[in-house]
């Protein structure tokens, strides 16, 4: 089966994780956490990457470069890029994804009467002018282009229909459909896409045009509403891991994935989506961006497949299909596999995680043996969460501008509790610095701010643990924003310990802030109690 030719039976993904999932409030991603992604992504079997929003900054048009050269390979997915139907983001969108087998340029204009008055001031037949303009020169630059008619959900039928056609005339070869508020209801929606479908003269069955739903989550209903645009003949879905998106989000990859699969029967449709690889993006999503997955959260929740209820755990004990819909090895949930223990070795330990699907340089296996080797010392088994944990620690790090060497805390019921904690700069200098706090995270990141002087508001704070038992992995996911709320930051850390978990997440956050804004704002001397300070 070719990938992204416009087969009935079969519903192209378009992951827009990258571009409207970065679009989250503190989403933010480097370029080489972006790479990351795009390359599990494309494990994980999307037909379309859309890699970002290149006209957006010199960074962002750099980042989709690299995801087209090294991820859009002839038999890897499409490379999409955003443009608004200007000359100027379309150029840079098709130098962003030019490079790739498969580019895609993706453009879009508000066409609701609420966006043409309040946001581009044109009328209908202006926008039209638009229209034909910039998807014919996005045409002559690109042979897969993608047209959105934003706020497609409170656009006018009729006009949607035009706007549709002209696009169509123009040379678009996807036409995606937007309920860019989430405001659309199914039974509306579905309507919506089988006229579109009908009545849009070239976008027929028949015409190649590819129909493609976008849906947000407003009102909790974007999966229904994308859903029920396949069931009126889409066969393009926009979707995200974990359904990160602006606001509420955007539709839930793994929802819509498990969806198609559980009940094929009734939607009768394949899709190239690799359903065991769903868990280990959404971790990787969710400790790149540092935004937890809630736990009753569909398909990738941490109790997602938990039973709690006496009849349930019963029923699952007799048959898992008596409360069991699909399986959790279907989505790549792994049982906690017994695997290594402190007297495996580093080749042992390099096997494991080839087959768990991580290929690393010399370099970078010391740096995870070392890891691995203390953490078996203090936990009999070794499990492939654990290595999964150790290794999105290890891959979610980012660039370290301070860095954890050593720490002490001495919490409890007498006394303050207090924390030392010793980071190392990309300079080479070794800091110390010393705090109390009211529990001993807080010590630590008095301590840890008394190093790295940047001021900061701690949004988000997040704990559990990797595998049952009292001698699990803790993971932290924290968040942090700048004084002004505007910008926010997230990391993540995973140890034995989660007052060193919580450090290394913190950290992390505090790394990428400093990539983000810099080291301007200091914070004066003296607000945190100050033991040593060795250079
Ligand atoms: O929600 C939306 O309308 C979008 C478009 C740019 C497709 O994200
Ligand atoms: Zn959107």
Redesign the pocket.
């Known amino acids: 089966m070719t990938k992204n030719a416009a087969d009935p039976n079969v519903v192209l993904f378009f992951d827009?994780t990258l571009?409207?999932g970065e679009?989250s409030p503190g989403a933010t991603m480097s370029s080489a956490e972006k790479l990351e992604i795009a390359r599990q992504l494309a494990r994980l079997g999307v037909d379309i990457i859309e890699a970002g929003f290149p006209a957006a900054s010199p960074d962002d048009l750099a980042a989709v470069q690299r995801i087209a050269r090294e991820v859009g390979t002839p038999d890897g997915p499409t490379i999409a890029g955003?443009a608004r139907a200007v000359e100027r983001d379309i150029r840079i969108c098709w130098e962003g994804v030019r490079d790739a087998a498969k580019p895609r340029v993706?453009t879009?204009l508000?066409t609701s009467d609420i966006h043409l008055k309040y946001q581009t001031g044109l009328t209908h037949a202006q926008a039209l002018e638009v229209i034909r303009n910039m998807v014919t020169l996005a045409r002559s630059l690109c042979e897969d282009i993608e047209f959105?008619p934003?706020?497609?959900g409170r656009t006018d039928p009729q006009f949607l229909i035009d706007v549709c056609a002209l696009a169509i005339e123009c040379g678009a070869t996807t036409l995606?459909i937007?309920?860019?508020?989430g405001y659309v209801t199914p039974t509306e929606w579905y309507e919506t896409i089988s006229t579109l479908i009908a009545e849009t003269p070239g976008g027929g069955v028949g015409s190649g045009v590819v129909w493609s739903v976008?849906c947000?989550n407003d009102l909790g209903l974007a999966t229904a509403n994308t859903l029920a645009g396949v069931k009126a003949g889409a066969r393009q879905v926009?979707v995200t891991i974990n359904g990160i998106?602006?606001r509420a989000g955007?539709t839930s990859l793994e929802e819509v994935a498990m969806a198609l699969q559980t009940r094929a029967p009734f939607y009768g449709l394949q899709t190239h989506i690799n359903t065991r690889e769903i868990v280990k993006t959404s971790r990787l999503v969710s400790n790149y961006t540092g935004m937890h997955v809630q736990a009753n959260k569909a398909v990738v929740g941490a109790n997602a497949f938990a039973h709690e209820a006496g009849i349930h755990q019963d029923g699952m004990l007799k048959n898992a299909s008596t409360y069991e819909i699909m399986t959790p090895e279907s989505v790549g949930w792994t049982q906690s596999r017994l695997v290594l223990g402190k007297h495996s070795g580093r080749h042992a330990l390099k096997v494991r995680l080839e087959e768990l699907g991580y290929d690393l340089d010399k370099e970078q296996l010391q740096q995870v043996f070392e890891r691995f080797k203390v953490l078996a010392d203090a936990k009999k088994n070794v499990t492939d969460a654990d290595l999964e944990a150790l290794m999105t620690d290890e891959l979610a790090r980012p660039q370290e501008y301070f860095k954890l060497e050593d720490m002490q805390v001495v919490a409890g019921t007498m006394g303050m509790p207090t924390a030392t904690v010793k980071l190392s700069t990309a300079e080479g200098e070794t800091i110390i610095q010393a705090a109390v706090g009211v529990g001993p995270v807080d010590a630590c990141f008095k301590a840890v701010d008394s190093v790295v002087r940047l001021d900061n508001t701690l949004i988000e704070y997040n704990v559990h643990s990797v595998t049952e038992g009292i001698d699990a992995l803790g993971e932290v996911t924290v968040r942090i924003s700048t004084p002004d709320g505007k910008r926010s930051f997230g990391g993540y850390g995973a140890d034995k310990d989660v007052i060193v978990s919580s450090v290394m997440a913190y950290l992390a956050a505090l790394n990428r802030m400093i990539a983000g804004i810099g080291l301007g704002e200091k914070k004066p001397e003296g607000d945190a109690a100050t033991v040593a300070i060795q250079r």
Do not use: I
């Not at 937007?178 to 508020?181: G, H, I, L, S, Y």
């Open positions: 827009t571009r409207d679009q955003l993706h879009f508000g959105s934003m706020d497609a995606n937007p309920d860019t508020v976008h947000h926009e998106g602006e955007n």
